[in-house]
């Protein structure tokens, strides 16, 4: 086992091949840790469950640690919120430290898959239930930063969150370091087209700087195109540690310990 760690991961879905062989994988690859993210109710709780199942054993060896996030992806937001906060009122009470983040969540107005009144009011709510929890809250945000620092304005950032698979440039990047977040890289940072979001990930300092993969989503070159997997974290922290004049081994060390910071692991 290494020692770096997927930030943000939907390993509980979306894969041919079981989440468990996705996960040896990653162990295999030198992956220590991964978050399972939540998108809606049900596939937190499927997250949940790979948490819980890691624990036992059931997984099998070398396989990461697992945590878990609860959340209502603003792609979902139509469906309300209602489902989700009594699903992670009734998780909490167990008090195993399973969940260990709320989102992800926030705004997209990139695809608009909900109305933008729904994804504000599902994203603000979100961010209260963090607050009330006091747990991380982890953000997704698409052409839409403006609303998405008025309704964190708004409402408060909580103590500790995430602006996951970042996608702006330097301004962007201050604007949300000066709010208090961490900022996690996806491999869109191995993409020709992203010259502003290398300069952004070139510039972030390590204790604040994530690494993740977003799989099964943007896969990093040279496997673009293809199924992206937890065990590919590594490709994107190498990327990043050329951008930074730093060895892989000492970006892994210093995104795992920012994201046990930001998870409070």
């Known amino acids: 086992m290494g020692e770096w760690f997927d930030s943000h991961c939907h390993v509980q879905e979306h894969y041919e091949s079981d989440s468990a062989e996705a996960l040896r994988r990653a162990g295999a690859a030198g992956v220590a840790g991964v978050v399972c993210v939540g998108t809606d109710a049900d596939t937190s709780a499927e997250a949940l469950a790979l948490v819980r199942a890691r624990r036992t054993g059931a997984l099998g060896p070398d396989v990461p640690e697992v945590w878990a996030t609860a959340g209502l992806h603003p792609h979902e937001a139509s469906q309300g919120t209602e489902r989700?906060?009594?699903?992670?009122?009734d998780e909490l009470a167990q008090s195993d430290g399973a969940i260990v983040a709320i989102g992800e969540c926030g705004l997209d107005y990139f695809y608009e898959h909900?109305?933008?009144?729904?994804?504000?009011?599902?994203?603000?709510?979100?961010?209260?239930?963090?607050?009330?929890?006091?747990?991380?809250?982890?953000?997704?945000?698409?052409?839409?930063?403006?609303d998405l620092f008025a309704v964190l304005g708004t409402e408060?950032?909580?103590?500790?969150?995430?602006?996951?698979?970042?996608?702006?440039?330097?301004?962007?990047?201050?604007?949300?370091?000066?709010?208090?977040?961490?900022?996690?890289?996806?491999?869109?940072?191995?993409?020709?087209?992203?010259?502003?979001?290398?300069?952004?990930?070139?510039?972030?300092?390590?204790?604040?700087?994530?690494?993740?993969?977003?799989?099964?989503?943007?896969?990093?070159?040279?496997?673009?195109?293809?199924?992206?997997?937890?065990?590919?974290?590594?490709?994107?922290?190498?990327?990043?540690?050329?951008?930074?004049?730093?060895?892989?081994?000492?970006?892994?060390?210093?995104?795992?310990?920012?994201?046990r910071a930001a998870f409070a692991l």
Do not use: Y
Request: with cysteine; hydrophobic share 50%.
């Open 156 to 259: 408060g950032v909580p103590g500790r969150a995430v602006l996951h698979c970042f996608t702006g440039g330097p301004e962007e990047a201050e604007r949300c370091l000066a709010a208090g977040m961490f900022v996690s890289f996806s491999g869109i940072v191995t993409f020709k087209n992203a010259a502003a979001l290398r300069e952004a990930a070139a510039a972030c300092p390590s204790d604040r700087l994530l690494v993740e993969t977003d799989s099964p989503f943007l896969a990093p070159v040279p496997h673009r195109g293809t199924t992206n997997e937890p065990g590919f974290v590594p490709l994107v922290g190498a990327a990043i540690a050329k951008l930074r004049g730093v060895e892989p081994v000492e970006l892994a060390r210093s995104s795992a310990a920012a994201a």
């Open 84 to 89: 989700l906060l009594r699903f992670v009122d």
């Open 114 to 146: 909900s109305p933008r009144v729904a994804q504000r009011r599902a994203f603000a709510e979100q961010i209260n239930l963090a607050h009330r929890c006091g747990l991380a809250l982890v953000i997704h945000a698409r052409d839409a930063w403006d």
